[in-house]
């Protein structure tokens, strides 16, 4: 069954275009994107098509007229229309975006024929509304019980035979867009399809959405057909822990990638840095978490990062929290709360994500997690079995079943030698991400050296309980209704973390937490670090910032007369 929900929200209204999405907040379930399917109201309220196939709508199925329900957005990349005559084809849940999509381009004066296409004619959605808006709409049925008998995909081939388009727009179950872009592909007709992928943070952040390096959520959902060739899509897609899942048993690839070609990263004396003996092209990374796949990785190094830390995997594979699980604290102050749960397929089902970030050639760091000495053992033995260079062991997530880790000095101090034990006999180092929601971060941090740590990442996010003030509940969909701040919050605090670090340790300090810019690396720099993670600003700056950090920094190390980065380290502390 498809409800249509009507929701008086202006602001979102008026800045939704054709093909974009909603985060739909059924509080106290879980927080899901919907694809918007029109805006009505003289643009004032939109309107959402959503069918009962899961425990969030069909609770939300129950809602009345008045209840509350939370929605932000609109988010992602919609439909670009091009061209005087176009074809839209829809199949299935799937034709609810594309009525906006028709709208808008009847606004434009385009002509438009609609392929609707569905199991029987009990299922077809927004026929009549496509005819009143002035479209010629053609319906398929797998049951011929309306239209042409067959899928939507006859019915487009049968069409293309006799009649042309200058574009077609597409949504619709996965191997049926698969087949439409064969079709259109071998017609010339420049194609968009929207992509359907589990959303989690809705802005880029969590990587949850990944299709072949690309975040469906602020990179699609919509695409070029072309974009997506050479991709899992029609393939397999991922999981809520990021496993891969086998949705078409017709590819020859199976589960795998296809491999993006060889990289070579720019050799720049200016950044060149050794840190534990492992050589960076550069200093700047990517901050854990903000890597699920290991094609978005790989585009990390493109951008310009030095080296790539993986998501936390553990020993088993395991979903995360419901949503809400990221959003930013408000608007524009590009702060953010998460509590993702560590979502992971399991160390063991890692290697593939492992295998494609290899193939940038930058040094490769693995962050792990671990409940105990004997899954942290575990965990590390597995590791052993992949081509890293480093492991950062996660002891710091502040809104997980083992948030007290940091708190008990004597068993943290226990996993880190039993991972000492298993990896250093093949010489691979082992940092430890601490975060200062303990009250002795550099105590603590004396203590893992001594148990035989080789670096402290430094800081992981701050614990916070954000509440919605209107319902009097917390927002985030984790039991505790506990969370990580992240972002801008942190950068003041970080900077001093770590100056208060790098006076009592011996060993390198990896910073992280607010770095924005290159005046934040300097100054963490001259604090104390060696090594930058980047995380909260691939929100606002998208992959840029890599390159951007780097130049910056060459300019600022050629023009005041430092030889390398390294110079900077710990400056502050020798004035």
Same mark, same amino acid.
């Given at each position: 069954e498809v409800k249509t929900f009507l929701f008086i929200a202006d602001a979102i209204a008026r800045a939704s275009e054709p093909g974009q999405f909603v985060m739909v907040w059924n509080p106290g379930v879980d927080e899901i994107p919907i694809s918007i399917a029109d805006v009505s109201g003289g643009g004032e309220q939109i309107?959402?098509?959503?069918?009962?196939?899961?425990?969030?709508?069909?609770?939300?199925?129950?809602?009345?007229?008045?209840?509350?329900?939370?929605?932000?957005?609109?988010?992602?990349?919609?439909?670009?229309?091009?061209?005087?005559?176009? =074809?839209?084809?829809?199949?299935?849940?799937?034709? *609810?975006?594309?009525?906006?999509?028709?709208?808008?381009? $009847?606004?434009?004066?385009?002509?438009?024929?609609?392929?609707?296409? *569905? $199991?029987?004619?009990?299922?077809?959605?927004?026929?009549?509304?496509?005819?009143?808006?002035?479209?010629?709409?053609? &319906?398929?049925?797998?049951?011929?019980?309306?239209?042409?008998?067959?899928?939507?995909?006859?019915?487009? %081939?049968?069409?293309?035979?006799?009649?042309?388009?200058?574009?077609?727009?597409?949504?619709?179950?996965?191997?049926?867009?698969?087949?439409?872009?064969?079709?259109?592909?071998?017609?010339?007709?420049?194609?968009?399809?929207?992509?359907?992928?589990? &959303?989690? =943070?809705?802005?880029?952040?969590?990587?949850? =959405?990944?299709?072949?390096?690309?975040?469906?959520?602020?990179?699609?959902?919509?695409?070029?057909?072309?974009?997506?060739?050479?991709?899992?899509?029609?393939?397999?897609?991922?999981?809520?822990?990021?496993?891969?899942?086998?949705? @078409? @048993? @017709?590819?020859?690839?199976?589960?795998? %990638?296809?491999? %993006?070609?060889?990289?070579?990263?720019?050799?720049?004396?200016?950044?060149? !840095?050794?840190?534990?003996? +492992?050589?960076?092209p550069n200093p700047i990374a990517n901050a854990a978490g903000f890597g699920v796949s290991g094609k978005l990785l790989y585009r990390y190094a493109i951008a310009g990062a030095g080296a790539l830390v993986t998501k936390s995997v553990g020993v088993r594979e395991q979903e995360g929290y419901p949503n809400p699980t990221f959003f930013e604290v408000a608007p524009q102050t590009q702060s953010y709360v998460n509590a993702m749960g560590l979502p992971n397929p399991g160390i063991r089902d890692y290697g593939p994500e492992i295998e494609d970030a290899k193939r940038a050639n930058v040094p490769l760091i693995l962050n792990v997690f671990a409940r105990d000495v004997e899954e942290s053992r575990e965990v590390a033995k597995v590791a052993l079995n992949y081509p890293i260079e480093m492991l950062e062991f996660n002891a710091s997530c502040p809104h997980t079943d083992f948030v007290s880790m940091e708190n008990n000095p004597k068993l943290l101090r226990s996993i880190i030698e039993a991972i000492r034990e298993v990896i250093h006999p093949h010489h691979i180092p082992l940092a430890v991400k601490l975060s200062p929601n303990i009250g002795d971060i550099a105590g603590l941090a004396m203590t893992l050296e001594?148990?035989?740590?080789?670096?402290?990442?430094? +800081? @992981?996010?701050?614990?916070?309980?954000?509440?919605?003030? !209107?319902l009097d509940i917390p927002i985030l969909g984790n039991p505790t209704g506990y969370g990580g701040k992240s972002g801008r919050a942190l950068t003041a605090g970080g900077k001093q973390v770590v100056f208060s670090l790098y006076e009592e340790l011996k060993i390198p300090i990896i910073a992280v937490g607010g770095i924005y810019s290159a005046k934040d690396v300097i100054d963490y720099a001259r604090n104390g670090a060696s090594l930058f993670q980047i995380g909260s600003a691939l929100v606002t700056q998208g992959h840029g910032i890599f390159r951007k950090i780097k130049e910056d920094l060459k300019d600022y190390i050629r023009n005041n007369g430092y030889k390398n980065i390294g110079e900077l380290v710990g400056e502050a502390h020798r004035r």
């Open positions: 309107e959402l098509a959503i069918a009962d196939r899961g425990d969030c709508t069909h609770s939300l199925h129950q809602k009345h007229e008045g209840d509350l329900i939370g929605l932000r957005g609109p988010y992602g990349r919609g439909f670009r229309i091009h061209g005087s005559r176009i =074809c839209i084809v829809g199949g299935g849940y799937g034709v *609810a975006p594309l009525l906006f999509a028709a709208r808008r381009a $009847r606004e434009l004066g385009k002509d438009i024929t609609v392929l609707v296409g *569905a $199991r029987s004619e009990s299922e077809l959605l927004y026929v009549a509304e496509f005819h009143d808006i002035g479209c010629d709409v053609r &319906v398929a049925t797998e049951d011929g019980s309306q239209g042409f008998r067959g899928v939507v995909t006859e019915l487009l %081939s049968s069409t293309l035979r006799d009649e042309d388009f200058d574009q077609v727009l597409c949504c619709g179950p996965e191997l049926m867009m698969k087949r439409v872009c064969g079709i259109t592909k071998r017609a010339g007709i420049p194609t968009q399809i929207a992509v359907e992928r589990i &959303v989690k =943070c809705s802005c880029g952040a969590c990587g949850s =959405c990944d299709l072949g390096g690309y975040r469906v959520c602020t990179d699609g959902p919509v695409f070029d057909a072309e974009e997506l060739e050479g991709t899992e899509f029609g393939c397999w897609k991922r999981a809520k822990s990021g496993k891969r899942i086998q949705i @078409n @048993n @017709n590819c020859s690839s199976g589960l795998s %990638s296809v491999p %993006s070609p060889a990289f070579t990263p720019e050799y720049e004396p200016l950044l060149e !840095t050794h840190l534990c003996g +492992i050589e960076f001594r148990a035989g740590a080789d670096a402290i990442t430094a +800081i @992981n996010t701050v614990l916070c309980r954000p509440i919605d003030r !209107t």
